[in-house]
């Protein structure tokens, strides 16, 4: 008996100490002892829990499953709360069974020594500070994640890390600290969001396609199960999407045994691959100081360093996974090296193209005012001619140039529509980085008028008062008269920029409604634009499952393609979907909340069904670039984590010459490798997608599929032969309306099979024109 008492005893005991132990984990406290193979990563800042689980199901993705074997992420959390409690239910739910055990949640703070040491950060192979994407105060929100990282740098010098900025503006205070974030450190990389956002989505109204592009190759995509039944255009998208960028080291057999030039590499990888994985660019290692230089298409005959150089070579590789890369190794066949004729007119025309790039990046010198060439002392007239530039830039950015009405009336225009700056204090835009890309090497007749639409002046419009054709229009995106007067309906394209912070009221509000403005204001705009028109709209989302509220797109984005987006009206309203009145003021913006909000309590409670979720890369307003979600720089910074140079890669391939080229008459019908091969050779082009045209009518249906449309034919013709012309002519007609309502728009093709891939008339091919700091080297 007394044994039995005694066991019991210590069972009690024991009970009683787990569940104090659950109970101090459960709240925040604790500590955490790494084992021999485990590789932490410590999560730092004010995230919020959305963006938690963004990350977690980004960094144990499947692609990922060998490289996050070992992984163990210890989220640190300043005050706890509700963001905290929500990220411990959501490691609790019974579908994170599988990766439970490889997270831990504390309340704590890298600024404390104490609490680094009880979670063994000297073990930690990073450290990750991410912002809260939501506050009401980016620079404040900036700064604090800044003072994290200097004291993570304190506490190990050499610690890896990742610090995720709001405002690219905050490297100014970077800059105080001693740090320059304008050169590279490997052990620090530092990723500006709205600098991201607004060059990416500048780059693609500059360049259609080019943001589901980037956005796909910064995001972990798995593989299709079932392909059966798809539409055509769904199948080739998707399989576009499982495709990622990688930086492998080049094998030494290219510099040192073959003395093989780039253009030779790229068509050997493309053959050793079977046409499934393409080599775009190069990054250049220093041996002596780590130092990189990173090369998107340096050119088809610039020659691969050689080991001795004093460079390690590694390729920018767009591939499904990294195992699937395989290069020309010791003993085997090389295949890049290809005998055609390269005439005296061929090197003409890429010295041509060469010389004419580097001519569009050249900038023109300043020119001294007269009154400063009195100054003898270069000193002062170097300070005193900067004085004036400060002073000139400083009045033209309090008194910005308006658009003259003539541009206006003639429309073609871009128009950047802010969302939520009415109630910022200190509205900061980011403009110039919209404006850098659509102004890249353009000639003074390429240059297509920027208004920037806002109910206040940015602070920061000083940056772009030095570029041509930028205009500040003083109105609300959600008022119909300001619509009205912006000419918005000629627009050749609309971006609707979300830049509202999460203020007093917004806190703890559900998700959607941080998004509602814009959606309303997406909503309005596409409402009262002719089905079909070229008038590309994008819209700005901050959480991924409000892509739900958006309409299909009600315009089309084949402008330019052959055939026209003319041809193909925009489609009907779903059942149950009312569209929006063409005329709508901002007194009907209150009602149109209130329905977001029905549909938004429908969908969580499901008393409309189960609607198909799909997750919004896969939706073709996200395919054909008309929507930019803000979850994206989240994926970016989890893959900078086992791809150390992707955000430079993504960044240099922003900063890239980027075009499309309609696929000539000639080569319509032949495979998508030699016309590939053709540009590489003879244009110096580096094609690495193509911008295909959908068509939601084509499916590629499965074998049952097939069986049972054989037979309904079969029935058709009979009833056909049975039937008077009368009634053959309506069904007919009947039928050509129906297909009426099937918008047809184009998606981006990345990276297509080269070899299996065939080019069509409409097909348009996206393009790197060498890179410029090659020099004469290419």
């Known amino acids: 008996a007394v044994a039995v008492v005694g066991g019991m005893g210590v069972l009690v005991a024991n009970v009683q100490k787990v569940t104090a132990t659950v109970t101090i984990h459960g709240s925040g406290g604790g500590s955490y002892r790494p084992n021999v193979r485990a590789k932490p990563i410590i999560i730092s800042g004010n995230p919020t829990a959305t963006m938690v689980k963004d990350f977690v199901a980004e960094i144990f993705h499947p692609d990922h499953a060998d490289d996050a074997e070992d992984l163990h992420l210890i989220f640190f959390f300043p005050s706890g709360g509700r963001e905290m409690e929500e990220v411990i239910r959501f490691r609790g739910h019974k579908s994170n069974i599988a990766i439970a055990h490889k997270i831990s949640v504390f309340k704590g703070s890298v600024l ?54 709001l405002k690219a503006e905050s490297r100014d205070i970077l800059k105080d600290a001693g740090i320059n974030a304008d050169v590279a450190d490997k052990d620090l990389t530092i990723i500006a969001a709205d600098q991201f956002k607004l060059e990416l989505v500048g780059k693609s109204v500059d360049v259609l396609g080019f943001g589901p592009f980037i956005c796909n190759l910064c995001k972990s995509v798995g593989e299709s199960e079932d392909d059966e039944g798809k539409a055509v255009w769904l199948r080739e998208y998707e399989q576009g999407v499982g495709n990622e960028l990688y930086e492998i080291e080049l094998s030494t057999v290219y510099s040192d045994k073959r003395k093989a030039l780039f253009g030779e590499v790229v068509m050997d990888v493309l053959e050793q691959n079977g046409g499934t994985v393409y080599l775009i660019g190069l990054v250049e290692q220093s041996v002596r100081d780590g130092g990189k230089q990173i090369l998107v298409n340096p050119g088809p005959r610039y020659p691969i360093k050689a080991v001795t150089s004093g460079f390690k070579t590694f390729g920018i590789f767009i591939a499904a996974d990294r195992e699937s890369v395989q290069q020309c190794e ?93 109630g910022e204090k200190d509205f900061r835009l980011g403009v110039q980085h919209f404006v850098r890309p659509l102004r890249q090497a353009k000639e003074p007749k390429e240059i297509v008028p920027i208004v920037v639409m806002s109910p206040v002046v940015p602070r920061d419009w000083e940056t772009v008062c030095d570029q041509s054709a930028v205009y500040y229009f003083k109105g609300s995106p959600l008022s119909q008269p300001d619509l009205e007067r912006a000419n918005f309906r000629a627009a050749a394209s609309i971006f609707i920029c979300n830049v509202s912070s999460g203020s007093m ?60 987006p003319s041809e193909f009206p925009a489609p009907a309203a779903s059942e149950g979907e009312k569209r929006l009145p063409r005329r709508m003021s ?67 391939m922003i900063a890239s010459i980027v075009t499309t080229k309609q696929v000539p008459h000639d080569w319509v019908g032949k495979s998508y490798f030699e016309y590939f091969d053709y540009l590489l050779a003879v244009e110096g082009s580096l094609a690495v997608g193509i911008l295909r045209r959908a068509d939601p009518t084509h499916f590629e249906p499965s074998a049952a599929e097939a069986t049972t449309r054989k037979q309904s034919k079969e029935a058709a013709e009979k009833m056909a032969e049975a039937s008077s012309r009368k009634q053959s002519k309506e069904a007919s007609v009947r039928k050509q309306s129906k297909t009426s309502l099937k918008q047809r728009f184009a998606f981006v093709y990345t990276a297509p099979p080269a070899k299996e891939t065939t080019m069509t008339e409409t097909d348009r091919i996206i393009c790197f024109g060498v890179a410029q700091s090659v020099g004469g080297a290419a």
């Open 112 to 165: 404390d020594s104490h609490h680094l040491e009880r979670v063994c950060a000297l073990r930690a192979v990073a450290f990750i500070i991410l912002p809260n994407m939501d506050c009401s105060s980016p620079f404040q929100e900036d700064a604090e994640n800044i003072i994290r990282m200097l004291a993570v740098r304190r506490y190990i010098p050499d610690s890896r890390i990742i610090l995720l900025l």
């Open 330 to 422: 010791v003993n085997m066949v090389f295949l890049g090296r290809r005998e055609r004729p390269r005439g005296e007119r061929a090197m003409r025309k890429e010295a041509a193209l060469q010389a004419e790039q580097r001519r569009r990046f050249a900038r023109p010198p300043s020119v001294s005012a007269r009154e400063l060439a009195k100054v003898a002392d270069p000193a002062l007239q170097l300070r005193a001619r900067q004085l004036v530039a400060l002073s000139q830039v400083h009045g033209h950015g309090q008194q910005p140039a308006r658009p003259p009405l003539k541009m206006l009336a003639q429309g073609g225009h871009i128009l950047l529509m802010c969302i939520g700056a009415q």
């Open 505 to 564: 009221e917004m806190r703890g509000a559900e998700n959607w409604m941080m998004d509602s403005e814009m959606i309303c204001c997406a909503r309005m705009v596409e409402a009262q634009l002719t089905p079909g028109a070229r008038t590309l709209v994008v819209a700005d989302l901050k959480h991924d499952a409000n892509h739900l509220f958006l309409s299909v797109p009600q315009t089309s984005n084949t402008s330019g393609m052959e055939g026209g």
């Open 586 to 652: 901002v007194t009907n913006f209150q009602s149109e909340s209130e329905k977001m909000r029905e549909s938004a309590t429908s969908i969580v409670s499901g008393s409309e069904g189960k609607p198909e979720n799909k997750p919004y890369f896969m939706e073709p307003r996200f395919a054909s670039g008309q929507m930019f979600i803000g979850s994206v720089v989240t994926s970016l910074v989890v893959n900078t984590y086992y791809n150390p140079s992707l955000s430079e890669l993504v960044t240099s």
